[in-house]
């Protein structure tokens, strides 16, 4: 039997339930990897005790017909977790405790889950190299220095770095398939409605989505089965038959139509990204996939649509940090003070600046000039999706216009920074599924992803797509544990 | 168009955010390269479009009006940021 925590869900799974693992084996083969990954920085805040003995607890009672049985996940910080502090990667929320659950995390631990703690990421899911989190930045396992990619960034290096068996993340414009892209994991952002918002710390409501972030696509599919459900408590949870997706799984794919977007080869674009691509396509086409050139004529105005429609709705969300129901306080003379010194002291500088972009574009006399026009132009960037799907079953495309950056290369120009969802936003304006698997890698050895976008609620045939795909790509993520202290 | 100073210290003051005047000027320049980077909507013609308001085609849903959880109220202030029983505590607000 190889290493446990190298070992894939499916695997981790069947051998608890062959009776070959135990719960507590697997959850203290977790730990004590943790406790010699901390150069990596990838826990905020970690429930290894409580772990513990929820692993015995299975182990004394266990349920081998659960989905999860007695499998530990991390989970990124984003998630409100009952009684375990939920931070969202700021100094505003550092105290706080959840006295509730989000949905999508129940679902993980009604099917038998344990929490084994919660994931770095950047301020309230605002960046694309999780350097914006007020608890530091987090290594990348490819290589040192390097970013994981963000928001997402400390639940794909905890999944590369075989700190967590799966893990889930959140994504707004490309948070959970631009890291799984700059780490060499696999990472599904579902179609708007699929998985229910309740719980998780809101950043752009519209856009916002929970997904699974996994080794490879069949775990993708096992988890993608237990986090997606109808919510009452998400008024946007949309009420629909949800597919047995790992029993669906199928590499059978021939026939299927993929639309290659032109718009998507852009400017500059690296010479490596175009041939992965390219690849791809050949892929696609050994499975017997039938390749269609098409085109989103809309796809260069997604990126100014999505700095106008998310920090809206962010600066809106953000306002209920005020220093008053919870959270970190700064005291001030009045009451105006207080609110103007706690949320200066509390929020980052990334996180500040969107709210004060949101603010401007919803202001008195902008509105319409700039709040009201973006949300034109994003219906014509779903419309130019909704035409396309009329001739193509899915779209392949490159996950990320380069590989992992180093730490501190961009910090100092935001919009360089925005570049690099330039591939992953338009499918969060549109709400369509989308998912990043790893499909090679660059002259410096650093991964690469290639995005399979999807019908809405058409999961399983992105999902199937990608699994044939990856049984042609056959990558290998060779990672060599650089960070490891004894 | 370009952002100048006043309005930054104008949105500071609607966003509640204080901020410093050396920070108000890093911001003014960042606030300008985004707001030159989002011009390119002005490109599109969309006169005749109509906005999107919901990406999830749904209607929103009526459920009856009933309390689902009930004595909760220590769990509310449990997080609040000042030592209390029974209320959040605010800096004095009437003179």
Request: with cysteine.
């Amino acid at each position: 039997m190889s290493d446990i925590t190298s070992q894939s869900l499916f695997e981790l799974t069947s051998n608890i339930k062959e009776k070959k693992l135990s719960s507590e084996e697997i959850t203290k083969a977790f730990i004590d990897r943790a406790e010699k990954s901390k150069k990596l920085n990838v826990y905020v805040t970690d429930n290894f005790e409580k772990a513990i003995d929820q692993s015995n607890k299975f182990d004394s009672n266990p349920n081998f017909d659960l989905k999860l049985p007695g499998i530990p996940i991390a989970v990124k910080d984003l998630f409100c977790t009952n009684g375990v502090r939920t931070t969202a990667g700021s100094k505003i929320l550092n105290n706080f405790v959840p006295t509730y659950e989000s949905t999508v995390t129940q679902n993980l631990w009604s099917q038998g889950a344990i929490l084994l703690g919660k994931l770095n990421c950047d301020e309230f899911a605002m960046g694309s190299s999780n350097e914006t989190s007020f608890f530091g930045n987090v290594q990348n396992p490819v290589g040192e220095n390097l970013v994981p990619g963000g928001s997402s960034g400390g639940s794909s290096a905890a999944v590369a770095a075989n700190l967590t068996p799966v893990t889930i993340g959140t994504d707004t414009g490309g948070s959970i398939r631009q890291p799984a892209s700059f780490t060499g994991t696999v990472g599904l952002k579902p179609t708007y409605g699929s998985c229910s918002r309740y719980g998780i710390v809101a950043f752009a409501s519209s856009l916002d989505q929970a997904g699974p972030m996994t080794k490879n696509v069949r775990d993708c599919s096992m988890l993608l089965e237990v986090i997606s459900s109808f919510d009452q408590k998400d008024s946007t949870s949309i009420d629909y038959k949800r597919n047995n997706y790992s029993k669906e799984l199928s590499k059978d794919i021939k026939g299927k139509k993929i639309g290659i977007p032109k718009e998507y080869r852009v400017d500059n674009m690296p010479e490596e990204i175009e041939q992965l691509w390219k690849n791809g396509i050949s892929y696609a086409k050994d499975c017997g996939a039938e390749i269609i050139d098409i085109s989103l004529p809309h796809t260069n105005y997604a990126l100014p649509t999505y700095y106008i429609v998310a920090p809206a709705e962010a600066s809106s969300n953000l306002a209920r940090y005020d220093g008053v129901k919870y959270g970190f306080r700064s005291p001030g003379q009045n009451l105006i003070e207080m609110y103007e010194k706690t949320r200066s002291e509390g929020f980052g500088d990334e996180v500040k600046r969107r709210i004060m972009i949101g603010t401007y574009v919803l202001s008195s006399g902008y509105y319409d000039a700039y709040y009201l026009k973006a949300q034109k132009v994003r219906q014509l960037i779903k419309k130019d999706f909704d035409d396309v799907f009329s001739k193509v079953d899915a779209i392949l495309t490159p996950s990320t216009p380069s590989s992992a950056f180093k730490i501190g290369e961009k910090t100092n120009d935001p919009v360089s920074m925005y570049l690099n969802d330039i591939f992953t936003v338009p499918i969060n304006l549109a709400g369509l599924p989308g998912i990043s698997i790893p499909a090679g890698k660059d002259k410096n050895n650093y991964p690469l992803g290639l995005q399979v976008i999807g019908k809405p609620f058409d999961e399983q045939n992105i999902l199937n797509i990608s699994y044939a795909l990856e049984d042609k790509i056959n990558f290998k993520n060779d990672i060599s544990d650089w960070w490891l202290s004894e | 168009m370009s952002i100048d100073l006043k309005t930054v210290k104008h949105i500071s003051k609607l966003a509640r955010i204080s901020i410093d005047d050396e920070k108000a000027n890093k911001l003014k320049g960042d606030l300008n390269n985004i707001f030159e980077f989002i011009e390119k909507l002005n490109e599109l013609n969309t006169d005749n479009v109509q906005a999107l308001t919901s990406i999830a085609e749904t209607t929103l849903r009526f459920r009856k009006d009933e309390i689902k959880s009930e004595n909760i109220r220590e769990k509310i202030l449990k997080n609040s940021p000042e030592e209390n029983k029974d209320f959040f505590v605010v800096p004095k607000v009437v003179e």
